[in-house]
């Protein structure tokens, strides 16, 4: 099977952000964006240009404007699971799936959504926190006694190495 072929049933394939841009917010429009997305660049003086100097240069943006974009206004399936650890741009589209009409969102189901994301980050909090995950520390690592500061773990020595038992702080990226 040819990837390629694949790449180029990605509806992301040769397409620029700022024409995706420019689909999504004759569609949705600026707003709706925002109350998916909660991303500011859509709520804070809004334009095109602004939005797509920004998604250029933040990628935890970019990727979830482009998710957006396949799976609400594409309507393509959701990606698998190997697929989902893949940035949108790279992910492979099976032959039969193709774009669909899109989905016909409100501020009401964005509200809906916001909630259920805020109770389930309310859970998993609370299960960091009793210290069960992180040895008794919240996840931020800011549970210092030296008043607010953050507290780092020594990294590991990197275990092929002869250094005398030194710690290595580039060990894990020579993985």
């Given at each position: 099977?040819?990837?390629?072929?694949?790449?180029?049933?990605?509806?992301?394939?040769?397409?620029?952000?700022?024409?995706?841009?420019?689909?999504?917010?004759?569609?949705?429009?600026?707003?709706?964006?925002?109350?998916?997305?909660?991303?500011?660049?859509?709520?804070?003086?809004?334009?095109?240009?602004?939005?797509?100097?920004?998604?250029?240069?933040?990628?935890?943006?970019?990727?979830?404007?482009?998710?957006?974009?396949?799976?609400?206004?594409?309507?393509?399936?959701?990606?698998?699971?190997?697929?989902?650890?893949?940035?949108?741009?790279?992910?492979?589209?099976?032959?039969?799936?193709?774009?669909?009409?899109?989905?016909?969102?409100?501020?009401?189901?964005?509200?809906?959504?916001?909630?259920?994301?805020?109770?389930k980050?309310?859970a998993?909090?609370?299960?960091?926190?009793?210290?069960?995950?992180?040895?008794?520390?919240?996840?931020?690592?800011?549970?210092?006694?030296?008043?607010?500061?953050r507290?780092?773990?020594?990294?590991?020595?990197?275990?092929?190495?002869n250094?005398?038992?030194?710690?290595?702080?580039?060990?894990?990226?020579?993985?």
């Amino acid at each position: 099977m040819n990837d390629e072929v694949n790449y180029k049933n990605n509806p992301l394939h040769g397409l620029s952000l700022k024409n995706l841009l420019i689909e999504l917010v004759d569609y949705y429009g600026f707003e709706i964006l925002f109350a998916y997305l909660n991303i500011n660049c859509f709520k804070t003086n809004p334009s095109i240009e602004s939005s797509v100097k920004f998604l250029k240069k933040t990628d935890w943006a970019r990727e979830k404007v482009e998710s957006f974009y396949l799976y609400q206004f594409k309507n393509l399936p959701n990606a698998s699971s190997e697929q989902f650890s893949v940035p949108p741009r790279d992910r492979i589209v099976p032959e039969g799936h193709t774009p669909g009409e899109p989905a016909e969102l409100s501020f009401e189901d964005a509200e809906r959504l916001r909630e259920k994301q805020a109770k389930k980050a309310a859970a998993y909090r609370s299960s960091s926190a009793s210290g069960k995950k992180y040895g008794g520390q919240r996840s931020g690592g800011y549970a210092s006694s030296r008043g607010g500061e953050r507290s780092h773990p020594k990294p590991a020595s990197s275990p092929n190495s002869n250094d005398g038992g030194r710690v290595d702080p580039w060990a894990n990226s020579r993985k």
